[in-house]
């Protein structure tokens, strides 16, 4: 029985311990990873500005910045981070807005046609605290508020 015991401790000790593969140092590295291009974008609607850089990463992953500066709102400065998948663009944009400087995160889908992404509008829903696009619903590209257009990256 005392034998039992100690090999269900070092089974329980060997189990925790692979738990601990440390997943996050490959993301923490294609975040470091060299761009092989930068794009910047903005978008501009009625009063609204959003300033957008894109850096595609060797490995085909989409990593950037996006700040949205939107009337009436408290600014948003955050991170994308994603890929595309056909024409479109989806990212994850983990901001934090205002002075409360709590990190918000939502999903975004951009749709390149020529120079221009366009901010699509979708369903999302939120499921164990992670937000994502509704399966089965369609993004509308259409009828939308922000086009971005390419711009030249200064002193970005």
């Not at 601990?20 to 140092?25: A, E, H, I, S, V």
């Not at 794009?39 to 850096?55: F, G, P, R, S, V």
């Not at 992953?61 to 989806?90: N, Q, S, W």
């Amino acid at each position: 029985m005392k034998n039992l015991g100690l090999f269900c401790l070092l089974l329980a000790c060997i189990g925790l311990e692979s738990c601990n593969t440390k997943p996050k140092d490959v993301e923490v590295q294609a975040l470091d990873e060299t761009p092989t291009s930068v794009q910047c974008y903005k978008a501009l609607y009625e009063k609204d500005t959003l300033d957008l850089k894109i850096n595609t990463l060797k490995s085909g992953k989409i990593t950037g910045e996006l700040v949205m500066k939107v009337l009436d709102r408290a600014e948003k400065v955050g991170k994308i981070a994603g890929e595309f998948r056909g024409d479109t663009l989806f990212v994850d944009y983990s901001f934090i807005s205002g002075t409360d400087k709590a990190t918000y995160k939502n999903p975004m889908a951009l749709l390149k046609r020529g120079n221009e992404l366009i901010l699509g509008n979708g369903k999302i829903e939120t499921y164990l605290g992670t937000s994502s696009f509704v399966k089965g619903q369609p993004i509308d590209f259409d009828n939308v508020k922000y086009k971005f257009t390419a711009v030249d990256c200064v002193g970005k």
